[in-house]
């Protein structure tokens, strides 16, 4: 008997050991608080024509970045075609003045070349009318000895002296002509030529100058046409050109317009989401509201993703609060009478990076808010 009564309590041991075994999971499942009604969303902002005129250059598509330059530019038809005539003009002014300072760059080097090479002539000359110079002093102190010795006549004393000085002023007019043409360098190495040295690149300077002064003028027509209007361009502030820029962090979400469209001043040309800022917005009951507070941490795991998200509630509302969904990009569908919102702030490297993706707005999410567990929901009242 008594052995029947063991084998009994072994096996309710056994039992109730096996229905213990999921209790640690069950325990923590308690402390966590999980909604299963999310969706990623971002602020999305509205960009509106500044300026009447024909909208054209789009160099953007629903979700792409802005890559820092315009995305689209606005042209007045009145005042566009003159501005874009005086804009090839500019164009070819400038493009001439790049081959024109080629070209000056290319005569700079040739003249710096030829005189480089001069002066290695005239520096190796030198050398040898240095050493005739003193032989023909040698020369001359020699006969002058000897003519006191009467050795030799005053002929030949002449013609020594005669030797000499010529001697001497080749040596003289060398290193005058060194000197003429070091200074040449010298201004050539600062840009600037010398009358005398090559007619070709004086005529590329002065074709230079005159583009220049040409650019000068054509950039001074194209600020007067962007700036010419009359009395009706005025009460209507249009200008002749106008470009959109995006913040870098900006994601293209749609796009109004398109190449030769006319706008007036006022309409919708796009709309962005900022990818900096992006959230989680949580459909939450009104009696679990009171358990949530900002700044509350809060893990969020996408469906299709096995990682969790960390973010932070940044803004609580119950259901009867008056939410602007116009100002979201995405929004959650399916929500009953007595679900207020909540706002949760996340920071995700890989969803900003996915801009092709609009950085996964709209999609589906559930959160889990830590410290809040079942004995908080259904007893928080008597709790606290």
């Known amino acids: 008997m008594k052995a029947i009564l063991c084998r009994r309590s072994t096996t309710w041991i056994v039992l109730l050991l096996i229905a213990l075994l999921p209790l640690p999971s069950i325990v923590s499942y308690m402390q966590r608080f999980v909604v299963r009604n999310g969706v990623v969303t971002a602020y999305r902002y509205d960009v509106r024509a500044p300026i009447d005129g024909v909208v054209d250059a ?42 024109s300072r080629r070209k000056l760059d290319g005569y700079m080097d040739r003249l710096i070349r030829d005189i480089d090479q001069s002066l290695a002539i005239l520096s190796a000359r030198i050398k040898g009318e240095k050493a005739a110079l003193k032989e023909a002093k040698h020369r001359r102190d020699r006969i002058a000895k000897l003519v006191k010795a009467s050795v030799a006549t005053s002929e030949d004393e002449d013609k020594a002296e005669s030797e000499f000085l010529k001697a001497d002023a080749k040596v003289k007019s060398t290193k005058l002509e060194i000197g003429q043409l070091k200074h040449r360098r010298g201004m050539l190495s600062q840009g600037m030529l010398p009358n005398d040295l090559s007619d070709g690149a004086l005529q590329v300077q002065k074709r230079i100058n005159d583009l220049e002064q040409n650019i000068l003028a054509c950039k001074r027509r194209m600020s007067e046409t962007e700036n010419a209007g009359g009395a009706d361009d005025v009460l209507n502030t249009r200008h002749t050109r106008a470009a959109v820029t995006l913040p870098e962090t900006a994601v293209v979400w749609e796009m109004d317009v398109q190449d030769g469209m006319e706008v007036t001043k006022g309409d919708r040309l796009l709309s962005y989401i900022d990818r900096s800022r992006l959230m989680v917005e949580v459909a939450v009951d009104d009696a679990t509201l009171e358990l949530i507070v900002p700044g509350q941490p809060v893990k969020i795991r996408l469906y299709g993703r096995t990682d969790f998200i960390e973010g932070k509630v940044s803004r609580v509302m119950g259901s009867g609060g ?63």
């Open 58 to 99: 789009i160099s953007i598509v629903p979700g792409m970045v802005s890559q820092g330059g315009p995305v689209l530019r606005i042209g007045n038809r009145r005042t566009s075609g003159q501005y874009e005539t005086l804009e090839k003009e500019l164009l070819a002014l400038e493009e001439s003045l790049v081959v």
């Open 322 to 384: 008056i939410w602007h969904s116009n100002l979201f990009a995405a929004g959650i569908k399916d929500r009953s009478a007595r679900d207020g919102r909540v706002l949760v702030l996340i920071d995700d490297p890989l969803l900003y990076k996915r801009v092709e993706k609009f950085c996964g707005v709209g999609r589906t999410a559930y959160a889990e808010f830590e410290g809040i567990g079942l004995m908080e929901q259904y007893f928080g009242v008597f709790l606290r």
